[in-house]
């Protein structure tokens, strides 16, 4: 490349601005058309809000925030890069997610042909379809591209299998999703029995009460027969599993009772 190519390769198309002429100056590139222009014209067109490429012949709507450094020289290549980028994040699947090994090399055919189809301009707005249906799908936010004007429309999980790892059906031979049990709500008593069958609470409790009286208890936020039937309940409710062990573990052999030569059991305390 001679000199005369090497400055009309580096020439603003927006402003005929080169290096030549302006030392110092700096190129911007954007992903959707990848048009190359110098830094001040993104500023002159995009400081204001979205606006369409200044580039003759495109009409594209971008952003100021879209425009970076471009970071390969060969344009072609920075463009694949970034469609990779693309596809790479929205098509993030793990071997350890399928059944096969098979399966994974199937995922990632298809991958590099979406990728492909994208890169070669085949079928692009059936494949942008293909990710934004995968995305809207799995939950998963992406950027609208310009190819597929049409807005993705969502697959409820009603429409698929409630442990199929892809609604959208696009990729094949993912593990299913294991939905786990629901768990039982805690228990404090750990199964323990709460039956009332060792006590009973009166009316007298209440009003042998120290303190405050009934309605005064009531008007704070609890009830003093609630409070009491909870402080016996939890006295009492282990009481027949402590004595069932211990009449299971004690030798109930009779012993002589002393000074009467008469026997009694080994449980009986009286």
């Known amino acids: 490349m001679d000199e005369e190519e090497l400055i009309a390769a580096n020439k603003c198309p927006v402003c005929g601005s080169d290096p030549r002429t302006h030392p110092g100056l700096r190129f911007k590139i954007n992903t959707k058309c990848y048009h190359r222009i110098c ?12 606006a369409e490429c200044p580039v003759a012949g495109c009409h594209i709507a971008l952003w100021k925030r879209e425009w970076r450094t471009q ?6 290549i920075e463009r694949e890069v ?8 929205t098509l993030d699947r793990q071997e350890e997610e399928f059944e096969t090994k098979r399966d994974y090399d199937d995922f990632l055919e298809l991958r590099e042909e979406l990728v492909m189809n994208l890169v070669f301009k085949t079928d692009v ?11 809207v799908a799995n939950g998963i936010k992406t950027e609208t591209t310009d190819a597929a004007n049409e807005p993705a429309k969502p697959i409820k999980r009603k429409d698929v299998a409630p442990d199929a790892a892809d609604p959208s059906g696009l990729i094949k031979g993912l593990k299913k999703i294991i939905i786990p049990k629901a768990k039982a709500p805690y228990d404090p008593f750990m199964g323990m029995s709460r039956t009332r069958d060792y006590y009973e609470v009166t009316d007298s409790y209440v009003v042998r009460a120290k303190g405050k009286p009934a309605e005064a ?4 936020g609890y009830d003093f027969g609630q409070y009491m039937d909870e402080c016996l309940l939890r006295a009492f409710a282990g009481l027949g599993v402590f004595l069932e062990d211990e009449m299971a573990t004690k030798n109930n052999t009779a012993v002589p009772v002393p000074g009467t030569g008469a026997l009694k059991a080994a449980d009986d305390v009286f």
């Open 39 to 50: 830094e001040g014209c993104v500023d002159r067109n995009f400081s204001s809000g979205k």
């Open 71 to 76: 970071t390969f020289e060969d344009l072609k």
């Open 82 to 89: 970034e469609i990779r980028k693309r596809v790479n994040r």
């Open 125 to 135: 707005a059936a494949t942008n379809r293909k990710l934004r249906d995968y995305a």
């Open 217 to 220: 208890m009531l008007a704070a």
